[in-house]
């Protein structure tokens, strides 16, 4: 199964004629289900549903009538993170000796999940391109290239080059800690850096050329939180909700 996505109608079209031309397919018209996940054209953009997958986990949890959780994760639980798949992952460390605390993990987790059903994730259209990402200063967050956010900022920039959709300016790196801003735009090293491999200065070297400009953020709009630490209710939803992971939109006559 493949998605096919164009900038006009006329070049779709002449895709999927070759591709019929060379291929054995069938076209199935406009995207609506794919993997698990709905597709709702809106106005503005699309909406994207787990909603049948999700009702599907929580019956084979015998779960489907639990009681419902705001967030994954309680603020004073060290388990991990936000994220589903990552508090999902931290949870299957312990698989091999499953003690009490992580099963209640897993079903706040599943209690979540029965209260954001109707959840999804919005992509809006846009005339320009921009690349801005927010990182969580960390400490080797790879352990073979030390690198994390940083790459995956090249690496995406490297992408939409490919694409023939270069970015003219440099991608803003928002980051909550004051140090690890300064340290990105500072060449000199300093008495307290010396025991720095020079190799891990990754992203000064992305600055350096252009590609890469860290700013700071205060944590209160430091959304890379949401994927790293517990977060209270209203902080979280505020997050949630600025990563685009919304209610679907109201039907209007545009709805198709």
Known sequence: DIILAASS?????QVITSLHNEFDMT?????????????????TGLFLSQKQYAIELLARAHMTNCNLSRTLVDTD???????????????????????????????????????????????????????????????TGCPSTKRSTSAETAWLRNLLRELHSSLSAATLVYCDNVSATYLSANPVQHQRTKHIKIDIHFVR????????????????????????????????????????????????????
Not at 9 to 13: E, G, K
């Open 9 to 13: 109608t006329y070049l779709l079209q």
């Open 27 to 43: 076209d199935l018209g406009a995207l609506n289900y794919f993997f698990g996940i709905y597709v709702t054209r809106h106005s």
């Open 77 to 139: 639980f060290k388990l991990g993170p936000e994220d589903i798949s990552y508090a999902v992952q931290q949870i299957c460390l312990y698989m091999h000796d499953p003690r009490e605390p992580y099963l209640a993990a897993l079903k706040r987790i599943l209690r979540y999940i029965r209260g954001t059903l109707d959840f999804g994730f919005h992509l809006y259209s846009s005339t320009t391109i921009s690349l801005v990402g927010y990182t969580d200063a960390d400490w």
């Open 205 to 256: 070297d992305l600055v350096t050329v252009g590609q890469v400009l860290v700013l700071h953020v205060p944590s209160r709009y430091q959304y890379a939180d949401i994927f790293t630490k517990g977060l209270p209710s209203a902080l979280f939803e505020d997050f949630r909700s600025s990563l685009s992971v919304r209610l679907p939109p109201a039907r209007t006559a545009w709805a198709y």
